[in-house]
């Protein structure tokens, strides 16, 4: 069963970086494509950003175009999220999820494995 582990939120002022790390076990990384999706209080799901298994496609949601990069390292079976100039509104809690296929998804119900998911805060 393959296992997702996120790390890296934290708490970061407006204008800030912080980077994100999936952790992938229990199968080889390069099988899955793979999406980040986040959730803050009363709001829907969103989706972030998704990678394909090569990475050779990269999918980002319409409000961090430009700000955030996803990226993987197979051979260290870990995908990344680099999040610069970070607003209020970028609160969340961060969860990298999996699916194993060639494709790519931009729906959070399109993958099929989860993290537990990593908190972000963007303070004023």
Same mark, same amino acid.
């Given at each position: 069963?393959?296992?997702?582990?996120?790390?890296? $939120?934290?708490?970061?002022?407006?204008? $800030?970086?912080? &980077?994100?790390?999936?952790?992938?076990?229990? #199968?080889?990384?390069?099988?899955?494509?793979? $999406?980040?999706?986040?959730?803050?209080? /009363?709001?829907?799901?969103?989706?972030?950003?998704?990678?394909?298994?090569? $990475?050779?496609?990269?999918?980002?949601?319409?409000?961090? &175009?430009? /700000?955030?990069?996803?990226?993987? #390292?197979?051979? &260290?079976?870990?995908?990344?999220?680099?999040?610069?100039?970070?607003?209020?509104?970028?609160?969340?809690?961060?969860?990298?999820?999996?699916? &194993?296929?060639?494709?790519?998804?931009?729906?959070?119900?399109?993958?099929?494995?989860?993290?537990?998911?990593?908190?972000?805060?963007?303070?004023?």
């Amino acid at each position: 069963q393959v296992q997702l582990v996120e790390s890296g $939120g934290g708490l970061v002022q407006t204008g $800030g970086s912080l &980077k994100l790390s999936c952790a992938i076990s229990g #199968d080889s990384s390069r099988n899955y494509a793979v $999406g980040w999706i986040r959730q803050a209080p /009363r709001r829907e799901r969103e989706f972030v950003a998704a990678i394909s298994w090569s $990475g050779g496609v990269t999918l980002y949601g319409d409000s961090v &175009k430009g /700000r955030f990069t996803v990226s993987r #390292d197979n051979g &260290k079976n870990t995908v990344y999220l680099q999040m610069n100039s970070l607003k209020a509104d970028d609160t969340a809690d961060y969860y990298c999820a999996g699916k &194993k296929t060639q494709r790519v998804g931009e729906t959070a119900d399109w993958y099929d494995y989860w993290g537990q998911g990593t908190h972000v805060t963007v303070s004023a």
